[in-house]
T-cell receptor, first 110, second 115 residues
């Protein structure tokens, strides 16, 4: 099964870091790991992606385990606007398809 | 960043009629676009891959005769839901891959309600 596994929901407080885990134990060596987030009634928004090394951008950091069977999206300082459903996905090489799991609904408390 | 639009943003149609949803890449050319369906509180389900100038590739279980996809140009893909039924009511989302990018850009979605 190519789907990823994430906790259904997580909760954090504003201005605190958030670590969103994802398991992708069946990932192949060439599949990239992508993270997207989705606000209600909107299309998903790209957050970050990586292959083997840890990655940083202005939105978040992505820590990828050495065996690539799991990864963690890190929001360094959560804001209320970060409340969304976060999807950890795999892009199937060649087909360029994204395989979405169930996602994690992140709630940020003020 | 690249922008993908969808039209209409919402539509209500009667059972048995057909409805067309457009997906456009506004500032880039997309040889490949994707169509997803999302039911309330569920994840996105890939329906099909739309390739410019060729037939779409449908995911298992998706009826190609019911969900007609046309990718007539490098900036436009359309999804036509034919003979719509109430169970086709859903949120339909398209995405496109920008050239030389791993990133998929998603449209804002189209909410279809079949009465």
């Amino acid at each position: 099964d190519a789907k990823t596994t994430q906790p259904n929901s997580m909760e954090s407080n504003e201005e605190e870091p958030v670590h969103l885990p994802c398991n992708h134990s069946t990932i192949s060596g060439t599949d990239y790991i992508h993270w997207y987030r989705q606000l209600p009634s909107q299309g998903p928004e790209y957050v970050i992606h990586g292959l083997t090394s840890n990655v940083n951008n202005r939105m978040a950091s992505l820590a990828i385990a050495e065996d690539r069977k799991s990864s963690t999206l890190i929001l360094h300082r959560a804001t209320l606007r970060d409340a969304a459903v976060y999807y950890c996905t795999r892009i199937i090489q060649g087909a360029q398809k994204l395989v979405f799991g169930q996602g994690t609904r992140l709630t940020i408390n003020p | 960043g690249a922008v993908v639009s969808q039209h209409p943003s919402w539509v209500i149609c009667k059972s048995g009629t057909s409805v067309k949803i457009e997906c456009r890449s506004l500032d880039f050319q997309a040889t490949t676009m994707f169509w997803y369906r999302q039911f309330p509180k569920q994840s996105l389900m890939l329906m099909a891959t739309s390739n410019e100038g060729s037939k779409a590739t449908y995911e298992q279980g998706v009826e190609k005769d019911k969900f007609l996809i046309n990718h007539a140009s490098l900036t436009l893909s359309t999804l036509t839901v034919t003979s719509a039924h109430p169970e086709d009511s859903s949120f339909y989302i398209c995405s496109a891959i920008a050239p030389r990018s791993y990133e998929q850009y998603f449209g804002p979605g189209t909410r279809l309600t079949v009465t």
